[in-house]
């Protein structure tokens, strides 16, 4: 089994900036790769970003250029920085993992004001 703790969600203007974190933990050996999903109100959940072992990243068109995904493999942390947020960025952002089967974290919201 793996665990999955996000952080950093929030409340920001648009324009600015929030970095999310999620930390795995349990059997962290058998993740493939991490990434982040994000349900807006009324909408479906929606890819956003994906970073293999590797660290090769994965950036869904609607963000690419404003977000970005690392990993510190040695704290076994993803995270998504997120820069010139817009509102329609505001959403429940998922972080996942997927390894023998699908892991997902209990979600973190960010909400993005005009």
């Known amino acids: 089994q793996v665990q999955l703790v996000e952080s950093g969600g929030g409340l920001v203007q648009a324009g600015g900036s929030l970095r999310l974190s999620c930390a795995a933990s349990g059997s962290v050996f058998s993740i493939n790769f991490m990434g982040w999903y994000r349900q807006a109100p009324g909408k479906q959940r929606e890819f956003v970003a994906r970073i293999t072992n590797s660290g090769e990243t994965t950036i869904t068109n609607a963000v690419k250029g404003r977000f970005t995904a690392s990993r510190d493999n040695a704290k076994n942390t993803v995270y998504l920085q997120m820069n010139s947020l817009k509102p329609e960025d505001t959403a429940v952002y998922y972080c996942?993992?997927?390894?023998?089967?699908?892991?997902w974290g209990q979600g973190t919201q960010v909400t993005v004001s005009s």
């Open positions: 996942y993992a997927v390894g023998r089967t699908d892991y």
